[in-house]
């Protein structure tokens, strides 16, 4: 019997995305990204690092879904790339691009791998951008005109489907900052894009459903725990306007309360809502609020923040505690609060952590292994959080590690490494690391 014994049934999963892995590019007749466009762009990424090849897995995914058979992997969760099925965004079907995924799913279904498919991780097709990107309203219907293809095609052999991973990384990395595709800097536009990306979200998950009868389909939102610098007024209100922005402004409303008031109050002081919330449309609310079968987050770490002169210009505390490659502390007690509250606030009934993980440059040794004891003592530690949120009674269902393979970490390129599978890029070669076997006894006992 394991220490930490987790439940009966206890999902046990890897994830990666699309853009992140599969290379192939120009095949098939797939059409341009964002990312693509993005990645090109002299300056926008670490080295100039692309996903054109990234970790070839367009061609080498039957090698890959065997190294998640020795895992013993139960479930594994990856994107479809929007490009690939419709390379316009909208109108003609590429059979050549669907025809991947339907062999992605039988390989897995052949391994007893049950697919988690993602539908949108971050590669809009360009012709979508050019007419107005996420901020654009069309861009909403656009989707759950992708979605209902996809999942009309595909739904015989995929049952659990992801609508959009992180919105606030999709609206606010994309277009407030600038640091990830399609790289505007416009945080009115981030607002509407951030409304349009929840609307695609339930409209979605009407077109999944009504194409595909008996699918699973939840969202993949991002939490970071949002932590006062002190006990003070002014930094406790720094700390709430974070969650909001980052944690609330999404979660609220996917849960049925709308946008957050406090929230709306901020934005149009902060002068972010030049025309005021005019985007959300009668409907739009109970639309994104569609019920789903389960809830999934993707945890990371937390932030900790002090007062500014307004609460939109609070200040990110950098404090001397462990950090990974990313520089991201790790703080897996955070995970234990953020499921904690989504019980006991929201309610819901069936969580999902759709991604957690830690990247280090552990190099390959001597012996040609890669010996990586802290993403093993960092994983560790967050699932006996999960375990403890559990035992509190948190309807936690599964975990999904990420990721599966070392890979394009965006803006960073390659210079960040994420997987249980280190990958030379150079040669393609694969060699699971040490947390990969540490990782299947964990799945093998249910349990650490
Ligand atoms: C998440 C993304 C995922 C990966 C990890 C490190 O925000 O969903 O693609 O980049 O971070």
């Known amino acids: 019997m394991p220490a930490y014994a987790f439940p009966p049934g206890f999902i046990w999963g890897a994830a990666t995305s699309a853009y992140q892995i599969e290379g192939a590019v120009d095949e098939d007749g797939r059409g341009p990204s964002i990312w693509d466009r993005f990645s090109h762009t002299p300056g926008k990424t670490r080295d100039g690092h692309t996903g054109d090849v990234a970790c070839d897995h367009y061609h080498r995914y039957q090698e890959d879904v065997?190294?998640?058979a020795d895992l013993g992997l139960q479930a594994y969760r990856f994107s479809i790339a929007w490009p690939r099925v419709l390379p316009q965004g909208r109108g003609p079907?590429?059979?050549?691009?669907?025809?991947?995924?339907r062999r992605l799913a039988d390989a897995l279904l052949e391994r007893g791998i049950t697919p988690y498919a993602t539908l949108y991780h971050w590669d809009l097709p360009v012709s979508l951008e050019d007419a107005g990107g996420w901020p654009a309203r069309d861009t909403a219907y656009a989707f759950a005109e992708y979605a209902g293809v996809v999942a009309a095609a595909l739904g015989d052999r995929i049952r659990h489907w992801i609508t959009i991973n992180e919105p606030w990384c999709v609206s606010m990395l994309g277009y407030q900052?600038?640091?990830h595709a399609p790289g505007r800097q416009d945080m009115p536009a981030a607002i509407a894009a951030s409304h349009h990306a929840l609307l695609a979200h339930g409209?979605?998950?009407?077109?999944?459903?009504?194409?595909?009868?008996?699918?699973?389909?939840?969202?993949a939102l991002n939490f970071e725990a949002a932590v006062p610098a002190s006990d003070s007024p002014a930094d406790r209100d720094a700390a709430r306007y974070r969650d909001g922005y980052y944690n609330r402004w999404f979660l609220d409303p996917?849960?049925?309360?709308?946008?957050?008031?406090?929230?709306?109050?901020?934005?149009?002081a902060a002068g972010y809502l030049p025309r005021g919330m005019h985007v959300v449309r009668p409907g739009d609310l109970s639309t994104i609020a569609t019920p789903t079968d389960f809830f999934a987050f993707n945890y990371y770490s937390r932030v900790v923040v002090a007062a500014g002169p307004q609460p939109w210009q609070l200040r990110e505390l950098r404090?001397?505690?462990p950090r990974t490659g990313m520089g991201w502390e790790i703080y897996p007690e955070g995970l234990y609060k953020i499921l904690l509250?989504?019980?006991s606030h929201y309610s819901l009934p069936r969580i999902l952590i759709s991604e957690n993980g830690v990247s280090y440059l552990d190099p390959v040794a001597a012996d040609g292994r890669v010996h990586d004891e802290r993403r093993i003592a960092f994983l560790r530690e967050h699932l006996i959080a999960c375990h403890r949120a559990i035992q509190a009674g948190v309807p936690l269902i599964g975990y999904f590690q990420w990721s599966l393979l070392d890979n394009y970490e965006w803006a960073w390129g390659y210079h960040q490494r994420f997987g249980l599978v280190h990958v030379d890029f150079a040669t393609q070669q694969r060699i699971p690391k040490d947390s990969f076997a540490w990782y299947r006894d964990v799945i093998a006992?249910?349990?650490l």
């Open 66 to 68: 065997a190294l998640m």
């Open 93 to 101: 079907l590429n059979q050549a691009g669907l025809d991947f995924y």
């Open 177 to 179: 900052f600038g640091e």
């Open 203 to 219: 409209l979605g998950v009407q077109a999944i459903r009504a194409a595909a009868p008996g699918a699973e389909v939840g969202i």
């Open 254 to 268: 996917v849960c049925g309360h709308g946008y957050p008031g406090d929230m709306i109050a901020d934005y149009r």
């Open 319 to 321: 404090l001397d505690t």
């Open 341 to 343: 509250r989504l019980y």
């Open 445 to 447: 006992a249910n349990g």
